[in-house]
């Protein structure tokens, strides 16, 4: 009654069983409402902006009302990619949080690395699921070196990493998307403008060699060519000044066919495999 008094408002996340017993024996559920009791610690948070945002909204038109019955479904809350680290929040360890507005594949390994390149344990993780594909990653670490919890200047290195992580994926991000709208809005052909500057983005030594291994073929596949128009002109000049028997000039026609590019595309083939 006090907190209302003041225009604050209370609400319970992550209560257990013990606890949601003895709020209902003491009616305490009922006074507090329904409306404030959360499964989780992310959907309390959403709740809260959208509440405040509908009761400022309130003030602003003039209009009088209970704020515990505000209509808060259709207010969206969006989301952007954050690091936060907090030492208060354990006894023993480091949280970490990371929200990711777009949840990224695979990205946990990455987190993982840079964990373990500076030295930390992991002692938790979790990941929480967030409204349009998004994510939250919560870890829970400990220093190898002192055993504690992070200093501020491990703190500072690691957060410097995962944002650098973090950005890295956005461009990507950012690139697929020029590229797809480029692709919609232009004819069924891809612009090879917008595929190269896609293909600048990545900065991938397994892409780099690819490229360069598929310029290779494409300089071998004209030498090859080259060669089998000279074979050609060559047999062709012999056939009718020469007087070879057949069995030779059968072994000169198996030698022109194709076998040396089979033979360039299945190296180029392993190449790429390995």
């Not at 009761?55 to 808060?72: F, S």
């Not at 777009?102 to 946990?108: A, E, F, G, K, L």
């Not at 004209?222 to 012999?238: C, F, I, N, P, Y």
């Amino acid at each position: 009654s006090d907190f209302r008094s003041r225009g604050i408002e209370v609400g319970f996340a992550m209560i257990g069983n013990r606890v949601d017993k003895t709020m209902g024996k003491a009616k305490l559920k009922d006074f507090i409402g329904e409306q404030w009791l959360f499964p989780n610690v992310h959907e309390a948070v959403v709740h809260c902006l959208r509440h405040q945002y509908a009761k400022n909204q309130m003030i602003e038109c003039g209009t009088e009302g209970a704020t515990d019955e505000l209509d808060v479904t259709n207010i969206n809350v969006g989301f952007s990619n954050e690091v936060g680290f907090s030492n208060d929040m354990h006894g023993e360890d480091t949280t970490v949080f990371i929200t990711l507005s777009h949840d990224v594949p695979m990205i946990m390994s990455e987190v993982t690395a840079i964990f373990k390149k500076s030295q930390l344990n992991i002692i938790r993780a979790q990941i929480e699921p967030l409204v349009d594909d998004g994510a939250k990653h919560i870890y829970y670490l400990r220093s190898i070196k002192s055993g504690t919890k992070l200093s501020e200047t491990e703190i500072t290195l690691v957060r410097k990493e995962l944002e650098e992580v973090i950005r890295r994926h956005n461009k990507k991000d950012d690139c697929a998307v020029r590229v797809t709208e480029t692709a919609a809005a232009s004819s069924p052909k891809m612009d090879l403008d917008a595929l190269s500057r896609c293909w600048t983005c990545s900065t991938s030594p397994q892409m780099e060699r690819i490229a360069a291994l598929e310029q290779q073929l494409s300089v071998m596949r004209d030498r090859l060519h080259a060669q089998g128009e000279d074979s050609t002109r060559a047999m062709d000049s012999e056939g009718r000044g020469s007087s070879r028997s057949p069995r030779r000039h059968g072994r000169d026609e198996h030698r022109a066919s194709p076998t040396a590019w089979q033979k360039a595309s299945k190296k180029f083939c392993c190449y790429y495999i390995a």
